[in-house]
């Protein structure tokens, strides 16, 4: 799974946007960059997982080692 870092929506491997962008010339030849992004916004995107706990999509950055998110993390310590 992948989550949008613009618009935050989560979305599969296969629904990634993929698009050519004009960089000018080349030896006299058009340029252009393949570019990918997220399908609803075009948005820069990162590898999610699911939170052990709530079973939300998140960013690996935004997971603990024990793959949980901020919330749970907050949640499982107030329980201890």
Known sequence: MQKC???GK???DDEIAYWEES???FWGFP???TMS???HCEGAYE???KCESCGEYFTLDELD???LCEDCRE????EE
């Open 5 to 7: 870092l613009e618009c």
């Open 37 to 39: 992004g997220c399908p």
């Open 47 to 49: 590898e999610a997982e």
């Open 10 to 12: 989560v979305f599969e």
């Open 31 to 33: 340029a252009y960059e």
């Open 65 to 67: 080692e024990n793959h």
């Open 23 to 25: 960089r000018g010339e």
């Open 75 to 78: 949640d499982s310590d107030e």
